[in-house]
């Protein structure tokens, strides 16, 4: 049975040193990768995160981002299906942005909270 994975790609930066044509071209090979996958049922979700933002910290603290580095900075996410997660990894390793400075991070997505998962263990 499948089970659903995040990808978060990292770097808000990594055109910085590409021209204008060669971003449109890079943007256009990581668009068709993304369509076939979606074309064949198994990414679900994948769309690109505006670099400004709020991150809340307490209460009625709102601070303005970005928050941290911009080659740490989370650019966009997809959430995918596949049927282990040695194939998660190679999905994620066909990724087309990770010729051009960005990072992927790889999360299964839980079916309930971990912490829950781990008192469960502790009994």
Known sequence: MAS????LIRNTA???????A????ILSEFSAWVTRLKDEGTIKVAVPLVHQGKLFDGKDVMVDGPFI???????GL????AESFEAAVELANSATCLNYGQKLELRPIA??????????AKS
Not at 4 to 7: A, C, G, P
Not at 22 to 25: F, G, R
């Open 78 to 81: 997809i959430i995918f299906e």
């Open 14 to 20: 990594w055109q910085k040193d590409f021209s204008a």
């Open 22 to 25: 060669e971003i449109e071209k």
């Open 111 to 120: 079916t309930e909270e971990p912490e829950r998962t781990a008192l469960r």
């Open 4 to 7: 659903e994975y995040l990808l």
């Open 69 to 75: 580095e911009s080659k740490e900075a989370i650019a």
